[in-house]
């Protein structure tokens, strides 16, 4: 996971990035990247989702992607609250810029409901990114005016929140996604034993066999 500043006077991937790329060599891994800061050469910054700065971005995502290859290592977009990229209609806007199979998009359940607010239905949004959709992140959540929430009530143990999770889960199987979920315990305030065990605990009740 890194959260990167793009700058018109900077080069990618910057000398640490492709340091830690290198060392991901061979590891079958992905990096995670949260596209925090963009800002043009007079030294202003774009604004949040500004799709004027996507030429740009796409420009040097390649680049990034570029080296990555290299590694054997991928590349998927992370959305985040207040970032540049804070959209997951912004992650996949980008990645059908970029448009190559080694880039591709994460959906993260806590900043989805950060910026889009509990009432949007993410069926539609996880169901365009399929094509595209590296990873999906979740945590218990309380539902309501979600863009207001701190972190305290949008990351929580799987068992927690009054959210359904569990429909959320069922609706992300029924449009066809497979791949890798995530518990996202950024911050949670318990034992982490008590806290995973209450989470793989919950997950397997929202994935059995009817």
């Not at 290592?73 to 997951?88: D, G, M, Q, S």
């Not at 607010?117 to 990873?135: I, Q, S, W």
């Not at 068992?159 to 950024?186: E, I, K, M």
Request: some cysteine.
């Amino acid at each position: 996971y890194h959260v990167l500043d793009l700058a018109a006077d900077a080069a990618s991937p910057n000398p640490a990035l492709r340091a830690w790329l290198a060392a991901m060599r061979d590891h079958d891994t992905v990096l995670w990247l949260a596209i925090n800061k963009v800002t043009r050469a007079d030294g202003s910054a774009y604004a949040v989702s500004l799709p004027e700065a996507d030429d740009f971005v796409a420009a040097q995502v390649r680049v990034i992607a570029d080296v990555a290859h290299a590694h054997g290592v991928r590349v998927a977009l992370y959305p985040h609250t207040a970032f540049w990229l804070a959209r997951v209609d912004d992650a996949l806007r980008l990645a059908e810029k970029i448009n190559r199979p080694d880039v591709g998009v994460t959906f993260n359940l806590c900043h989805w409901l950060k910026v889009e607010g509990a009432e949007r239905d993410p069926v539609p949004v996880l169901r365009a990114a399929l094509p595209r959709l590296m990873f999906v992140t979740i945590s218990g959540a309380d539902t309501g005016d979600t863009r207001t929430f701190g972190w305290d009530r949008l990351i929580q143990p799987l068992d927690s929140g009054t959210y359904d999770l569990a429909s959320f889960v069922r609706q992300l199987r029924a449009v066809g996604y497979t791949g890798p979920v995530g518990f996202q315990g950024y911050n949670i305030k318990l034992d982490p034993r008590t806290a995973l065990t209450r989470s793989i605990t919950a997950w397997r009740k929202f994935t059995a066999t009817p």
